[in-house]
């Protein structure tokens, strides 16, 4: 009879080399000297050949099945159980010629990519991306996907457990059209809102003890957490006591070192907030990337772009030598929207546009109904139709993003759906609480805090990201409160009834 | 027939492990949340454990033993082999209840001795002492030693290739008289120098630039490298690529933050001169503590404490801030022989004092030859007769370090042969190049370092340190070098012939 302590512990040494293998990612971006990459390259290839060869190892594999039929288990027994067994499903079903081939081909695609967007060159990048395609293509059938599913599914379902196109364009059909039409009755507003506040400057070295002190408020444990600098901003968790964030600064952009701080910060709460006693198992690890995204979108855009939050923030800025922190000024100035071309560059509303843009046109990829050669002209179509702008060439168009050259098929729609549950979940939250703002223009973020902590954080992966929206919101996701959430913040700065 | 490029495949997957592991010991010192304690514990302790396993491979045994008979091998290579063969045997000599027995007791009596310090009673911590010493012994036997050694040796091999207790004996013995009569000598001296230039403060803020300038004029290559900040300053290589080191400020004793930095640099040039199409190997490897230690003791003394280093070295102290720079009295300051009670805040000439101290009683330990319960009383009558002190009370006295409570025994002496060997080589590059100190009062660093890269460095371990002293220095490893250079320092700055 097999033992699930014995597969626990065995999983276990797995999570410890999977947490070890995020540190050096985490030291790559934040320390490393530039002359050590192919080293590092070498050690992080070691320890994903081990903890790979460990996840498909055939008796450990049986031992799970057997565990699954025991009805003894606890239910996060039963938990991991299933959720150890998808792990090492997918590892085994991957042959190992597929696993080869794909990790060469990205390697080679984003250099490709890298040349094609900065020659503007897309001619230069599409035999790789077709590559790229074929052999996501190969994964996705030996992975498989449910009766009614496609190919995406299967991709998909690793970044955020039971998504499906299906499941994503029932909620961004809604918000695309209900978007589209927010844009154009905003186009027309009396109202053009005033952002000279974002073009002020402050010094870096005024930036960041105020960083700092707001990430304290927010509730970043720094005796289990460090914030520290890195080109691209992010978070890693190697364990609920052991978070790692980042934030950057730039003296003419004193902006996005908050808002990109109160994004990873929320990230990071998260990722603190995971339950101790279930730390390194599924049961205890964040609900995939849609949740997550929707911790660090919360925290960004509800709390952070919100009059309450500035009201409390503006005097530390003004103390940190900010010149003009007028509440109202501040407020318009961080509640735009205004299409554009570039993602990341994106206000929080239209950003969601330039997904489905990714999702719709990878999805069509995948399924054999857009050629890649095709790719730039569709693109190009979209962005007219979605957000009524025309890429100038391909550099911002289609070559823009970095994931489909990394192999990072059916993970887009993870920020959008982020964004979603952010809105869903926050309107719970304020039913709940009651009037969250009052309380951050006190500086009081707990009362969030512990509610994120109760309803999300110390859930772990114990439900479906899907089953845990029901749990904790009442309904399935919708767009509707994404939608209620942008028109009542929207239309009064753009002075529309 | 066993391939060689199968064995070292092995090993590379074994250093690869072994890197990974000093980064997560330099995260820990530098960076990581005191929260985090007991999980890197967790993943260090695994990644130990595996590679254990894999050293103690007795198929991988087999496979070098079979290599080692095989002489169409290269002279690196059949070095490589001999090496693995070492390690491999020391693995798998130590029983593993006897390598637990020594992880346990050493857990246990780190903590003993801390209280013990603290509460200055030695009785809490002889006990743990008591214990070690015993399992030091039987780590002793199961590895072995040569016909006409000790146990001592066995101990200390792991630290300096090659070291035994009659090898140590034969340089400390004429190194301890002679340092006795040279401190005799300085305390009737008619001048006692000035240390006021040590007692101005700086600014952190300001100390920073100013060690990173130091840095980079010595050779540090940042482009391969990292200089952070830790408590107790120190260097890790991972890679002659990857070189980390550490130094410490304090607003009130900037000196320390330079020589802290030229120590580790030292060692930190090291690692990165090592020979880079052998790293990961035993012949691409530092050779030994005490060779390591000769390379920063040498940046340390040699260099950061002449007089051609300060008239460089004042004028960007003045430009930082420094009031007084006026070069003899930095230099005398800098320049002291003055018998003290605790070893790490000794000065270069009476540390060697120290070290024979601990050297000699546990050796006498491990013999049988003095009892734990009377190591307070033998330690307090040596630092009378070498030292010229008398320790109030044991936390001064016998309790001070940390090293035989972590069970290293047969490491304090790779601290003297370092500044034995650093001596010794620096006379032979004077001899080799000239005069160095007027390239120094230049900043001109590199004639020094490319001598040392080229006769140790580029070296690695492809001899064993004994006779790379006889190729480096024409000489066996002798006492003379350090005390000539001593006298001719210390008896002018003490206002003697």
């Known amino acids: 009879m097999a033992s699930y302590q014995d597969a626990a512990n065995y999983q276990h040494e797995i999570s410890l080399l999977g947490s070890t293998s995020a540190l050096l990612g985490w030291d790559q971006e934040t320390q490393m000297p530039s002359g050590a990459q192919a080293y590092r390259a070498e050690q992080l290839g070691y320890l994903t050949k081990l903890q790979h060869s460990m996840l498909i190892d055939e008796k450990h594999s049986e031992q799970l099945r057997s565990l699954a039929e025991d009805s003894s288990l606890s239910e996060i027994e039963q938990v991991n159980i299933k959720e150890w067994l998808k792990t090492t499903h997918r590892a085994s079903a991957i042959p190992s010629e597929l696993a080869v081939e794909l990790t060469e081909t990205s390697s080679h695609a984003?250099?490709?990519?890298?040349?094609?967007?900065?020659?503007?060159?897309?001619?230069?990048?599409?035999?790789?991306?077709?590559?790229?395609?074929?052999?996501?293509?190969?994964?996705?059938?030996?992975?498989?996907?449910?009766?009614?599913?496609?190919?995406?599914?299967?991709?998909?379902?690793e970044f955020d457990p039971g998504m499906t196109a299906e499941s994503v364009s029932r909620v961004f059909s809604p918000l695309r059209s209900e978007l589209v039409t927010l844009l154009d009755e905003l186009r027309g507003a009396p109202v053009q809102p005033d952002t000279s506040f974002l073009d002020q400057t402050l010094a870096v070295e005024n930036q960041k003890p105020l960083v700092r002190e707001f990430l304290q408020a927010l509730g970043f444990n720094f005796d289990r957490g460090?914030?520290?600098?890195?080109?691209?901003?992010?978070?890693?968790?190697?364990?609920?006591?052991?978070?790692?964030?980042?934030?950057?600064?730039?003296?003419?952009?004193?902006?996005?070192?908050?808002?990109?701080?109160?994004?990873?910060?929320?990230?990071?709460?998260y990722e603190q907030g995971l339950p101790l006693d279930q730390a390194g198992t599924p049961a205890g690890a964040y609900n995939g990337l849609s949740i997550h995204e929707s911790q660090s979108r919360l925290w960004e855009n509800q709390v952070g772009r919100s009059k309450g939050f500035l009201e409390w923030a503006l005097p530390q800025y003004k103390s940190a030598g900010l010149a003009n922190t007028e509440l109202n000024k501040a407020y318009s100035a961080l509640?735009?929207?205004?299409?554009?071309?570039?993602?990341?560059?994106?206000?929080?509303?239209?950003?969601?546009?330039?997904?489905?843009?990714?999702?719709?046109?990878?999805r069509l990829m995948l399924n054999g109904e857009l050629a890649v050669k095709d790719l730039p002209d569709a693109w190009n179509q979209q962005y007219r139709d979605y957000l009524g702008v025309t890429p100038p060439d391909d550099a911002s168009g289609c070559l823009q993003d970095v994931h489909w050259s990394m192999g990072a098929m059916g993970y887009f729609p993870t920020y959008t759906l982020g964004n979603l549950y952010s809105a869903q979940f926050?309107?719970?939250?304020?039913?709940?609480?009651?009037?969250?703002?009052?309380?951050?223009?006190?500086?009081?973020?707990?009362?969030?805090?512990?509610?994120?902590?109760?309803?999300?954080?110390?859930?772990?992966?114990?439900?479906?990201?899907?089953?845990?929206?029901?749990?904790?919101?009442?309904?399935?996701?919708?767009?509707?409160?994404?939608?209620?959430?942008?028109?009542?913040?929207?239309?009064?700065?753009?002075?529309?009834?």
Chains 1, 2 share one sequence.
């Open 110 to 157: 984003m250099m490709a990519w890298q040349a094609a967007r900065k020659e503007n060159n897309f001619a230069e990048f599409s035999p790789w991306l077709q590559k790229t395609v074929s052999l996501k293509l190969r994964e996705a059938e030996a992975v498989g996907w449910t009766e009614h599913g496609e190919p995406w599914d299967a991709l998909a379902d």
């Open 426 to 497: 926050y309107a719970s939250a304020k039913k709940s609480i009651g009037d969250l703002e009052s309380q951050y223009a006190a500086g009081d973020f707990k009362p969030l805090l512990q509610w994120l902590r109760d309803n999300i954080h110390s859930k772990g992966r114990q439900l479906s990201p899907a089953d845990l929206c029901k749990q904790v919101t009442g309904e399935e996701l919708s767009a509707d409160y994404l939608l209620d959430y942008l028109r009542n913040k929207l239309r009064p700065v753009y002075g529309l009834a």
């Open 226 to 269: 460090v914030m520290a600098i890195s080109t691209h901003p992010f978070c890693s968790g190697f364990h609920p006591n052991d978070v790692r964030m980042t934030t950057r600064y730039d003296e003419s952009n004193f902006s996005d070192a908050v808002t990109s701080a109160m994004h990873e910060c929320g990230h990071a709460l």
């Open 335 to 362: 509640n735009i929207a205004q299409p554009s071309l570039i993602r990341v560059e994106a206000d929080e509303t239209t950003y969601n546009l330039h997904i489905m843009v990714r999702f719709e046109l990878e």
